[in-house]
């Protein structure tokens, strides 16, 4: 079935340092990918998506780019801040008659220290 | 456009009660995902509805059950309360199956 794996955390950087979340997925046909961002106590955000192969997905500095021959959707900023600090999931929806639509990796924990 | 909206927000029950859950999805939307969330099982879907009817449902116990009504609106419910169950409970809305989710801000259950 479909999966995806996340680099595991927690992640600790300092400001304005460059940050990389590594994802990989496992999927029948073309899935959608999605980044969400959860900051403590709340739900989760949509951060950015790309729904097909070698789309760019970007939002407040965040890039990730849909690389279909290495399964790939790695996130990245060039200069984290402090209000960066959360958890990240990265996520994906297969085909929509085969089992659960969305999969979600098991979070990174971000921190980002003054 | 309002957002996805969860009530309540926090709950406190002692074991073997039972609880109801609400969701509000966002307006037009007609699928509905339900979520929990605990620190050492991540984020585990439960299950989803798409028209008044249940699509998929994840791996848990016959304890935990769901619905949704005809205005989209969904409800899940857990009878006999366990302390496992203590967890932030996430619902989500798409507006078909397999589209962009979009999460409310969970209810958080305590089970004492």
């Known amino acids: 079935g479909n999966s995806v794996t996340q680099m595991e955390g927690p992640v600790t950087l300092s400001e304005e340092a460059f940050l990389t979340i590594n994802c990989t997925y496992t999927a029948t046909g073309y899935p959608s990918l999605f980044w969400y961002v959860q900051y403590p106590g709340e739900g989760l955000q949509l951060l950015l998506k790309a729904t097909k192969a070698d789309d760019k997905g970007s939002n407040k500095g965040f890039e990730a780019t849909y690389r279909k021959e290495t399964t790939s959707f790695h996130l990245e900023k060039g200069s984290v801040q402090v209000s960066d600090s959360a958890v990240y999931f990265c996520?994906?929806?297969?085909?929509?008659?085969?089992?659960?639509?969305?999969?979600f990796g098991p979070g990174t924990r971000l921190s980002v220290l003054p | 456009k309002a957002g996805v909206t969860q009530t309540p927000r926090y709950l406190i029950k002692t074991r073997g009660q039972q609880v109801t859950l609400s969701c509000s999805p966002i307006?037009?939307?007609?699928?509905v995902s339900w979520y929990q969330q605990t620190p050492g099982q991540g984020l585990q879907f439960l299950f989803e509805?798409?028209?008044?009817?249940?699509?998929n449902k994840g791996n848990f116990p016959g304890r935990f059950s769901g619905r949704q009504f005809s205005n989209s609106r969904s409800e899940m419910n857990v009878s006999t309360l366990e302390l496992g169950d203590s967890a932030l409970y996430l619902c989500?809305?798409?507006?078909?199956?397999?589209?962009?989710?979009?999460f409310g801000p969970g209810t958080r259950l305590l089970v004492l």
């Open positions: 307006s037009g939307h007609r699928s």
């Open positions: 996520a994906l929806t297969g085909r929509v008659n085969y089992g659960q639509n969305f999969v």
């Open positions: 509805y798409f028209s008044e009817t249940q699509r």
């Open positions: 989500a809305s798409s507006p078909k199956p397999g589209e962009t989710q979009y």
